[in-house]
């Protein structure tokens, strides 16, 4: 049998629509095919002809995939863009539909009509296809966990083109994977969330000098430690750029909560911390919380990152030594976790990490014309936090030698391998951080 194409839109090259399409955040490619379904019929349209004719096959919802996975050269992209419908079920208990190819800035904007919200990432432009079976570490992660740990139910098109609804009941094993097992599995169309009732947060930024980076390290982590849930942040140490900008740490703070005099003993603590030069905190919606991004100009960039259960003095001289080293710019960021992230088990989703307390991201800049190679080895000395970490998150993983096996431990992989031999033997949704079968 032969793809029907009909239920998509059709894009080659040189058609209009064509560049936007083939193009992700961090790389333009340039896909023989790309197939913009209109229901899910389209989507299994675009992976028979992906099977039939043995090409490469990319699920693009936002395009952020720190590798590109959303596109290729040659293959088929399968552009969820057009499915991108958001619909509240249900005002009383907060049921959402979203479609995967929305992006989080207009989630945020469409629930907060509702006086809704859900625990998301920090981006507008993120897909909600990508950072949803990746896990989702957002403003609100530590009071509401990950966006994961709202998702009730799901329908997927699998590699046979079966259309498949996914919740607690029914075809749990692979609910239970993609939750955090990424886009191994299917394409999944659309979410349903349990948002929740935030409108209204504290958040901005609070500027440090970085003389003294493992004492600041070590009051920023206590202060997560000892302060409530609601408290969620990312502390950036930014290396110098040129003369304008010195080296300098940045914590982005949100407090998700609309109490004012919570939140200013919540922020306290961080703003008693020395070497503080600034602070903007403000009332906001959540949905301006989110922000929007852009490649940095002039130079080319890597990630890498490990979930971490304790920032030990040992984690803080690591981090302060990788920040301080090497040739280029580096970043880290130490990004909150804790709270009700560990509240769920970690067999519970094929996110397992659950014991984490803090992400910590290590980012390497080099000029525009450096190789991939030159980055992987700006980033090697990241291992040895690397080392002292428990696993990795997928949805910051740019380095392309990181694999399953520094995100998964051993149970869970085996479990995504079983779900992934039962519905894609043949390795279709291979183009991702790839379970092998
Ligand atoms: C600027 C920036 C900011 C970010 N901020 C955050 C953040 O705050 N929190 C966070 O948790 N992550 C964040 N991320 C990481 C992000 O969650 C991942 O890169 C995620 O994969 C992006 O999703 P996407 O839909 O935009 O990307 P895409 O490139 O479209 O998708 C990435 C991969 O996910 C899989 N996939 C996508 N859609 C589907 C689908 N519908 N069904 C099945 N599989 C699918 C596919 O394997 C695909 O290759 C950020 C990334 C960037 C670049």
């Known amino acids: 049998m032969t793809a029907d194409l009909t239920s998509a839109i059709m894009l080659r090259p040189g058609d209009p629509g064509y560049d936007e399409a083939a193009t992700t955040y961090m790389r333009t490619g340039r896909p023989a095919l790309v197939v913009q379904p209109r229901s899910r019929a389209g989507v299994a349209a675009g992976i028979q002809h992906a099977v039939d004719h043995h090409m490469v096959l990319s699920v693009k919802s936002g ?41 989080w800035g207009e989630v945020a904007t469409t629930l907060g009509v509702h006086g809704l919200s859900l625990t998301s990432g920090d981006t507008k432009s993120v897909g909600v296809g990508g950072l949803t079976v990746g896990g989702g570490i957002g403003w609100m992660v530590r009071n509401h966990g990950l966006t994961i740990d709202s998702l009730v139910a799901a329908d997927i098109v699998t590699a046979a083109g079966e259309e498949l609804p996914l919740n607690d009941d029914q075809n749990s094993d692979l609910f239970w994977a993609i939750r955090g097992g990424g886009g191994n599995f299917g394409v999944v169309t659309s979410f349903e969330f349990l948002a929740q009732r935030v409108t209204r947060v504290h958040a901005g930024t609070i500027t440090y000098s970085v003389g003294d980076v ?104 690591e981090v302060a030594d990788w920040y301080a080293g090497g040739t280029a710019g580096r970043l880290a960021f130490v990004r909150a976790l804790g709270g009700a992230v560990g509240r769920v088990s970690s067999g519970a989703t094929a996110f397992a990490h659950r014991t984490a307390e803090a992400m910590l991201v290590g980012a390497a800049f080099l000029p525009t014309d450096a190789t991939t190679e030159q980055l992987v080895q700006e980033l090697r000395p990241f291992d040895s936090i690397k080392a002292l970490g428990i696993g990795a998150y997928p949805g910051f993983l740019g380095n392309p030698n990181d694999d399953v096996t520094d995100v998964y431990p051993a149970p869970t992989l085996q479990r995504l391998r079983e779900v992934k031999r039962r519905y894609d033997p043949t390795n279709v949704f291979s183009h991702n951080l790839n379970v092998r079968p």
């Open 214 to 317: 493992s004492g600041l390290l070590r009051g920023w982590c206590d202060a997560h430690r000892a302060g409530p849930h609601e408290l969620n942040s990312t502390l950036v140490l930014m290396p110098a750029f040129g003369d304008e900008m010195p080296a300098m740490a940045i914590g982005m703070v949100c407090y998700s909560g609309a109490d004012q005099a919570a939140a200013d003993a919540a922020f306290a603590p961080l703003l008693a911390l020395d070497g503080v030069v600034s602070a903007e905190i403000a009332e906001k919606t959540y949905a301006d919380v989110l922000e929007e991004a852009h490649p940095p100009p002039g130079v080319t960039a890597m990630a890498t990152n490990t979930l971490i259960e304790s920032v030990s003095d040992e984690v803080v001289a």
């Open 63 to 103: 395009g952020h995939s720190a590798l590109a996975y959303g596109t290729n050269d040659g293959g088929v992209v399968i552009d969820l863009s057009g499915l991108d419908s958001i619909d509240v079920l249900d005002d009383a208990t907060g049921r959402v539909r979203v479609g995967a190819g929305a992006t």
